[in-house]
Each structure stands twice: as structure tokens, then as C-alpha cells.
């Protein structure tokens, strides 16, 4: 089992920036990619971005591009994801995902983000 530990959400004006980050712990090893996904009210989950461990390559949903960026320490197994800019669209529960077999199957319990307009 993984488990993975969100913190740094909160509530932020329209143009302001958040600092998520993701500890994740346990049977690491099975893993090779750890991730962001986030949930609106009413709106399915959906992907934001994810890091592979080997080689930090990243993958961006296309309307964070630029304004969000997704970094890792593998000392401390850690997942970070900076967001600037941020947009009353991007209020969400932001969760934190551990890969493995190349599909999202850990989860953390999430941390809100509110972008007031």
C-alpha cells in the first residue's frame, strides 16, 4: 500500500498562487509516477498533471499549461505542484495520485483550493 498526504490548499484571490505539496509514504517503490487530479462540484474528477520518478518527465493538462508546474523530491518522496495565476475555475478538491502500471491507483484524501474572483 502507498499512502499519500496533501496539504497547502486554501482560499486565494483571482491571480494568486498556491503551493500544494504530497508526501507520500509506504511501498513507494511500486510506484513510478505520482500525480494531481481535481474535482469541481458537480464535475467528474479530472486530471491536472503527474511526474514520473525515473526521469521528472511531466505531463500538463492543457488548461494549466504555463501557469502550473509540478516538481518532485525523490528524497522525500514528495510531489509539489505550484500554481500561479490561478482562476475561480480552478476551485476545486485537488488530490494527489500514486501511479502504478501506469494508471492513478492511490489516492490521497484531498485539500481544497478556493480561487475568489
Known amino acids: 500500500q502507498v499512502q499519500l498526504v496533501e496539504s497547502g490548499g486554501g482560499l486565494v484571490q483571482a491571480g494568486g498562487s498556491l503551493k500544494l505539496s504530497c508526501a507520500a509514504s509506504g511501498r513507494t517503490f511500486n510506484t513510478y509516477a505520482l500525480g494531481w487530479f481535481r474535482q469541481a462540484p458537480g464535475k467528474e474528477r479530472e486530471f491536472v498533471a503527474r511526474?514520473?520518478?525515473?526521469?521528472?518527465?511531466?505531463l500538463y493538462q492543457e488548461s494549466v499549461k504555463g501557469r502550473f508546474t509540478i516538481s518532485g523530491d525523490n528524497a522525500k518522496n514528495t510531489v509539489y505542484l505550484q500554481m500561479n495565476s490561478l482562476k475561480p475555475e480552478d476551485t476545486a478538491v485537488y488530490y494527489c495520485?500514486?501511479?502504478?502500471?501506469?494508471?492513478?491507483?492511490?489516492w490521497g484524501q484531498g485539500t481544497q483550493v478556493t480561487v475568489s474572483s
Open positions: 511526474i514520473r520518478w525515473s526521469d521528472s518527465g511531466t
Open positions: 495520485a500514486a501511479y502504478s502500471n501506469y494508471l492513478p491507483r492511490y
